[in-house]
């Protein structure tokens, strides 16, 4: 997960830098990453410490890169409907009235992204407060998970 996640995007970034770079044309590097790298969420550690990582390592490089023509951008969607989750997390994500999103409202909530000039966005209410409560308050949004632990931890184990 760290490799898909972490590893690889950077390796890429670092061999596409040089090329932006030496374009001197506006060009940007998206990074996709997930609600979860900004809320550290029971059960998905793994796949919570990869995207913090990501978005962690976006952020570092829009800033040093801010002197050049390439601007490092984070999109987080939320939950997704897709055959890459597991029964039980759809059961969990629907016992705890999580909403997923179709592929599509991801892909379209990407495309309007791209057009516009913020540094990062995080898709879906709750999630998008959440994500942005947990950077101030993270007691406040750990507390309301937590009180969420027994489902969690119930159809964590099977989704994994």
Excluded at 116 to 133: I, N, S, V
Aim: proline share 6%; no cysteine; glycine share 6%.
């Amino acid at each position: 997960m760290m490799l898909v996640n972490v590893a690889y995007p950077l390796q890429l970034i670092k061999r596409l830098l040089p090329i932006l770079i030496a374009q001197h044309s506006p060009s940007q590097i998206i990074s996709v990453g997930s609600t979860f790298g900004s809320i550290g969420y029971p059960g998905f550690s793994a796949y919570s410490a990869s995207k913090f990582a990501l978005r962690g390592a976006s952020e570092a490089l829009g800033r040093e890169y801010a002197d050049t023509s390439v601007k490092f951008r984070y999109f987080a969607p939320r939950a997704t409907k897709t055959t890459m989750n597991k029964d039980a997390v759809v059961a969990m994500n629907e016992a705890l009235k999580v909403k997923m999103d179709s592929p599509k409202t991801v892909a379209k909530a990407l495309i309007h992204f791209i057009s516009t000039k913020q540094a990062h966005q995080h898709l879906g209410f709750p999630e998008r407060f959440f994500a942005w409560l947990n950077r101030l308050f993270p007691n406040i949004v750990g507390n309301a998970i937590v009180k969420d632990l027994p489902t969690i931890k119930q159809y964590a184990k099977k989704g994994q």
